[in-house]
């Protein structure tokens, strides 16, 4: 199988590379437009900020180049986040997979909030054949300071100060704010059901 993980400048691209290596796949880590078309299967990871991640993909074309793939392709943490329309991280316009879906800072009501969110939290109200073997309220790990709306394209929720969306999904673009090369048993599962993909 040949994964492809979009190169750029995001971080957290090395742990996701050893989490597929445990599960026998080897991923390419590129930002080659015809070795991403040609993949089967793309990641587009991230750990950083958006309006510079954007700026660095629009400068190199990837923009253009990731709304028009048409194979499952896998958006982790920050990378879910600039599927969104909108990230109120420096008031960035992303790049607008998941319609009118809005990318918003925590605002902690409590001290017992700490933002950012970083650590172990429950994913519910599993929905699509990503989840397949992954049970409901099972714990993955966290490290996000911004969450995006609950919408239509919801597939997990999770509940931090409040409920927003932690899994999206419209076509063959999968998103999730949690860190599924992080997430022990329920992250490698996760990476297996996507790799399983077929559209």
């Known amino acids: 199988m040949n994964v492809v993980i979009i190169k750029y400048n995001a ?3 090395r742990s996701v590379l050893f989490a597929l290596e445990r599960i026998g796949i080897k991923a390419t880590v590129t930002d080659d437009p015809l070795l991403i078309q040609a ?3 793309v990641i587009f990871p991230g750990v950083g900020e958006a309006s510079t991640a954007m700026s660095y ?3 190199r074309e990837l923009d253009k180049l990731i709304v028009s793939l048409q194979q499952p392709v896998l958006g982790i943490c920050l990378g879910m986040q600039l599927l969104c329309e909108h990230s109120e991280e420096n008031d960035t316009a992303c790049l607008g997979i998941y319609e009118n879906v809005r990318v918003r800072k925590f605002t902690p009501a409590e001290k017992q909030f700490k933002v950012p969110q970083i ?3 429950t994913i519910y109200d599993l929905k699509t054949e990503l989840f397949t073997n992954i049970s409901g309220n099972s714990y993955c790990y966290f490290v996000h300071g911004y ?3 609950q919408s239509p394209y919801s597939i997990a929720t999770t509940n931090y100060i409040k409920p927003y ?3 999206l999904r419209k076509n063959n673009f999968y998103g999730v704010q949690f860190h599924p090369e992080k997430s022990a048993k329920a ?3 996760l ?3 996507f790799l399983s993909l077929s559209l």
Request: aromatic share 8%.
């Open 191 to 193: 990476l297996k059901n």
């Open 147 to 149: 969450y995006a709306d």
């Open 119 to 121: 650590g172990w939290n």
């Open 39 to 41: 993949a089967d299967k």
């Open 187 to 189: 992250g490698e599962e």
């Open 11 to 13: 971080g957290n691209i």
């Open 57 to 59: 993909l629009k400068e």
């Open 165 to 167: 969306s932690s899994a």
